[in-house]
């Protein structure tokens, strides 16, 4: 079984990655007055912090 932080920071990699596809698909949308209720600048920023973070611990950088 990998590490927690390994598992930890695959997760934050994809939801940041899948942010970024639904900032993009709402940055492009046809109907700008169709408005969404996801803040997903927030969700990438949190998310590629939390990534940042598990891999500072895997690389030995920080320690508990």
Excluded: K
Excluded at 4 to 32: C, F, K, P, Q, T
Excluded at 52 to 57: D, E, K, N, Q, T
Aim: charged share 15%; proline share 6%; aromatic share 8%.
């Amino acid at each position: 079984m990998p590490p927690l932080w390994m598992v930890i920071g695959g997760l934050a990699g994809v939801i940041a990655a899948l942010s970024e596809i639904g900032n993009r698909r709402r940055n492009n949308r046809r109907d700008i007055e169709d408005v969404g209720f996801m803040p997903w600048p927030t969700i990438t920023a949190l998310a590629l912090l939390t990534f940042g973070i598990s891999l500072a611990f895997g690389l030995g950088i920080l320690s508990t």
